[in-house]
T-cell receptor
Framework: EDQVTQSPEALRLQEGESSSLNCSYT??????LFWYRQDPGKGPEFLFT???AGEEKEKERLKATLTKKESFLHITAPKPEDSATYLC?????????????FGEGTQLTVNP | ETGVTQTPRHLVMGMTNKKSLKCEQH?????MYWYKQSAKKPLELMFV???????ENNSVPSRFSPECPNSSHLFLHLHTLQPEDSALYLC????????????FGPGTRLTVL
């Protein structure tokens, strides 16, 4: 069974204080790992897809990296508008349909 | 309208009511999904439709009944729900059921009294 564990559950940062969110996964052959951002009362917003170990993707202050066991979402010099819940999901190679297994998310708060 | 839209955004219903959630995607996608998001729990996939055919039913109780009349519209019909069904119901779409990236709507916040 595919599993995704995100840590920490919640993270408070001061504006400008860089940090990383972790997503550990267990999957029978990784097809893709996905990062989403979710604001309160809204649906998840797609950020990145990573397909193979060593791959990195960047968008503004966010950089996602992937190893064979985990992914990190690095946040550099965060701003209050980066406050949100960040969700990680995986898709296995043998998955039929388009099944994603999600983690519980990391709730990030950036204080001004 | 762009992206994936859902109506209503909020819904309060009694356990004996019948209501429907609506989802519409304006992305030209061929696959649509229903997810349930409860507090402190990961998103749970409920149903997958590809080209209007249901391709996956993830052991969802029969009090939830999906309908996909065309590739742009998806409904979730609700009847005799339980209080534990209160959650955020999210619709998503993707280019195909084999495509990796899913795009989500804003969700319907459902409260069952």
């Amino acid at each position: 069974e595919d599993q995704v564990t995100q840590s920490p559950e919640a993270l408070r940062l001061q504006e400008g204080e860089s940090s990383s969110l972790n997503c550990s996964y267990t999957v029978s052959g990784l097809r893709g790992l996905f990062w989403y951002r979710q604001d309160p009362g809204k649906g998840p917003e797609f950020l990145f897809t990573l397909y193979s170990a060593g791959e990195e993707k960047e968008k503004e202050r966010l950089k996602a990296t992937l190893t064979k066991k985990e992914s990190f979402l690095h946040i550099t010099a965060p701003k209050p508008e980066d406050s949100a819940t960040y969700l990680c999901a995986v898709r296995a190679k043998e998955t039929s349909g388009s099944r994603l297994t999600f983690g519980e998310g990391t709730q990030l708060t950036v204080n001004p | 309208e762009t992206g994936v839209t859902q109506t209503p955004r909020h819904l309060v219903m009694g356990m004996t009511n019948k209501k429907s959630l609506k989802c519409e995607q304006h992305l030209g996608h061929n696959a649509m999904y229903w997810y349930k998001q409860s507090a402190k729990k990961p998103l749970e996939l409920m149903f997958v439709y590809s080209l209007e055919e249901r391709v996956e039913n993830n052991s969802v109780p029969s009090r939830f009944s999906p309908e996909c009349p065309n590739s742009s519209h998806l409904f979730l019909h609700l009847h005799t729900l339980q209080p534990e069904d209160s959650a955020l119901y999210l619709c998503a779409s993707s280019r195909s059921s084999d495509a990796d990236t899913q795009y989500f709507g804003p969700g319907t916040r459902l409260t069952v009294l």
